[in-house]
């Protein structure tokens, strides 16, 4: 299984080098590929912080990305999930997972965060 780094992710969502681009589609369309929670946070902290692009947009296009047919990661469903909530919540990523993780996996979330707290509560009752 190979492993795609937020720089793999991110060249190939923005098509900013199209040569690295190239490679990482090349690389996705030929191979069944993981990501990791860890990296997808990284990569809308940097999409967000650093290219400014909008929340629904970062959302949407990450959706899509863990949704093609070679991409896989471990607990999928926790990670749609977490971009999910990430996109309906005023939370950072790593909140929204950590939702999604109980949500999800029934595990208990221990925190002081009261907006996590609200968020696991709320949830939870729907």
């Given at each position: 299984m190979k492993i795609l780094d937020t720089n793999m992710i991110l060249r190939f969502l923005l098509n900013d080098n199209q040569d690295m681009a190239k490679q990482v589609e090349e690389l996705i369309d030929n191979n069944f590929v993981m990501v990791t929670s860890e990296v997808i946070a990284e990569v809308i902290y940097v999409m967000k912080s650093v290219y400014k692009i909008a929340k629904s947009d970062i959302t949407q296009t990450l959706l899509e990305f863990v949704s093609l047919p070679t991409v896989t990661a471990e607990h999928l469903d926790v990670i749609e999930k977490g971009i999910?909530?990430?996109?309906?919540?005023?939370?950072?990523?790593?909140?929204?997972?950590?939702?999604?993780?109980?949500?999800?996996?029934?595990?208990?979330i221990c925190?002081?965060?009261?907006?996590?707290?609200?968020?696991?509560?709320?949830?939870?009752?729907?």
């Open positions: 999910t909530l990430y996109a309906e919540n005023n939370l950072d990523f790593v909140d929204c997972l950590l939702c999604a993780y109980n949500l999800q996996c029934g595990y208990e925190t002081f965060d009261k907006k996590l707290n609200k968020l696991i509560e709320n949830k939870s009752k729907s």
